[in-house]
């Protein structure tokens, strides 16, 4: 019996299981490798994190960073990459370099330097996940190290100025977003019908920024003229995490269907109760058969039913 898994990550809005990319690339992971992960999200109950965000926590091991928490997964039998060949390898490793050097830039700024965003979404949305007082300095600690993280990837001759760098790093971005589309093409994942690693990744770093409703948006404005991109992301989200506009978990769907498979055989109870009353009566002409009233479903029960609100 294989050992009990747990990871700590940043919970999801905006139909979101994460807003987190590093956290969405580990969790999409386990969902395409089978891993049966228990999730537990970071709220203002729970312990401000301390380190990097995702961690995975089994028996004595303790590991943290998507590469190294995907690398622990396949030694314990969850491989989503084991038909792929050793060049399709190769290109997973390339274009999650791409990734990391090209977009990542962008997705930090637009989380953390946008003066914009940063202050009408991702700060409050972070600060209420963390508890007082630390909710106070942690937000102001994750952007400062977002910024200084460009800056020392990308900040170096001949881009000096923030302008200039903020300029380039959207230009990269997009010009990777449009290579992310072309590898795609009409194609379900980037290796055919089964998702790998590199699905992961893309989704990590894509989900947010199509998701995530910011004031600033040209990066997701962007994304959004790429559809095949946007069809993918789509994808991923109702196959995998089932998650309705609302963000409605698959809990949330067992406990409806639960509550409906009740109402039902209710319904067929009485039903059944009735059908008998009706033979009694039959077969008592001596007294006058009444009216009976049949149970129906209420329309507030109809309205709730998860089969009218389960996404395709």
């Keep these: 019996m294989a050992a009990p898994m747990e990871l700590s990550c940043w919970g999801g809005d905006w139909g ?3 807003l987190h990319p590093e956290s969405l690339i580990v969790m999409a992971y386990a969902k395409f490798s089978g891993a049966p992960l228990t999730v ?8 401000a994190p301390k380190g990097d965000v995702p961690v995975l926590i089994s028996e004595d091991n303790v590991v943290s960073q998507p590469a190294k928490i995907l690398n622990f997964l396949r030694k314990q ?3 989503a990459d084991y038909q792929l060949s050793a060049k399709q390898g190769a290109d997973t490793l390339a274009y999650i370099a791409l990734l990391e050097e090209k977009l990542l830039p962008a997705l930090l700024h637009t989380f953390w330097i946008e003066a914009e965003n940063y202050c009408s979404v991702t700060k409050p949305w ?4 963390i508890a007082f007082p630390l909710n106070l300095y942690l937000p102001g600690k994750m952007s400062r190290e977002a910024l200084n993280r460009i800056m020392l990837t990308r900040g170096g001759p001949p881009l ?34 089964t998702p790998t690693t590199l699905d992961a990744f893309v989704f ?11 004031p600033r948006v040209q990066l997701q404005e962007h994304l959004k ?3 095949n991109l946007c069809r993918f992301c789509d994808d991923i989200l109702n196959y995998y995490f089932r998650l309705t506009v609302s963000g409605h978990s698959p809990a949330g769907h067992d406990t409806a269907d639960a509550n409906l498979q009740k109402l039902t ?48």
């Excluded at 537990?40 to 312990?47: P, V």
């Excluded at 972070?126 to 996940?129: H, I, L, Q």
């Excluded at 990590?204 to 910011?214: D, M, N, R, S, T």
């Excluded at 058969?289 to 129906?296: A, D, G, I, S």
């Design 225 to 227: 003229q790429l559809p």
């Design 77 to 79: 039998k969850y491989n």
């Design 265 to 312: 055989q209710l319904v067929n109870k009485e039903s059944n109760l009735i059908e008998k009353m009706d033979d009694n009566l039959r077969k008592s002409p001596q007294h006058p058969p009444q009216k009976l009233t049949t149970l129906k479903l209420a329309a507030g029960a109809e309205e709730s039913s998860p089969l009218n609100r389960l996404s395709p």
């Design 204 to 214: 990590g770093f894509l989900a947010p920024i199509y998701k995530v409703c910011f």
């Design 160 to 193: 000096y100025s923030l302008t200039e760098v903020e300029a380039q790093i959207y230009r990269d971005a997009k010009e990777c977003l449009n290579l992310l589309s072309k590898r795609l093409g009409t194609s379900q994942f980037f290796f055919g019908d």
């Design 40 to 47: 537990n999200t970071i709220n203002n109950s729970w312990r």
């Design 16 to 18: 979101l299981p994460s």
């Design 126 to 129: 972070f600060a209420s996940r």
